[in-house]
C-alpha cells in the first residue's frame, strides 16, 4: 500500500481580531466541511500542522488530490463567529522542512 502524497498549505489569515490556535483550525475545519462536506474532508485529510499568532499565519497539511478543493473552501470563507475574515493562500509547500520559515514552533524540529 502506497501512502498519500500530500502538500503543506501556508494562509494568512485576515480579520480585525486576533486568532488563537484553536479558533483557526475551527474556521480551516468549517471552511472546508461547509464546501466539500465530510465525505471530502475525509479524503482531504486536513491537518493544522502550525499557526503563528503574531502573524496570523496558518500552516495546513492536505491531501494532493484535494489540494484545489481545500484552497477553493479557505478562499471562499468570509465569515466565523460573526467576524469577518479571509483567507489568502501564500505558499504551497511539498514537505514540511520547505514550510518551516514563518513558523518558530517548526524551526527547532527535526522530520524525517
Given at each position: 500500500m502506497m501512502r498519500d502524497k500530500?502538500?503543506?498549505?501556508?494562509?494568512f489569515l485576515e480579520?480585525?481580531?486576533?486568532?488563537?490556535e484553536e479558533?483557526?483550525?475551527?474556521l480551516a475545519y468549517e471552511a472546508v466541511f461547509s464546501l466539500i462536506g465530510e465525505?471530502?474532508?475525509?479524503k482531504a485529510a486536513i491537518q493544522l500542522k502550525a499557526f503563528n499568532s503574531e502573524k496570523q499565519l496558518?500552516?495546513?497539511?492536505?491531501?494532493?488530490?484535494?489540494e484545489t478543493e481545500v484552497i477553493a473552501a479557505l478562499s471562499l470563507?468570509?465569515?466565523?463567529?460573526?467576524?469577518k475574515v479571509s483567507l489568502h493562500l501564500q505558499q504551497i509547500f511539498?514537505?514540511?522542512d520547505k514550510a518551516k520559515g514563518g513558523f518558530p514552533s517548526l524551526k527547532d524540529r527535526k522530520f524525517r
Open positions: 500530500r502538500r503543506y498549505l501556508e494562509f480579520s480585525a481580531k486576533k486568532f488563537t479558533e483557526s483550525k475551527h465525505q471530502g474532508a475525509s496558518l500552516l495546513l497539511k492536505c491531501a494532493l488530490i484535494s470563507k468570509t465569515q466565523f463567529k460573526g467576524e511539498g514537505t514540511l
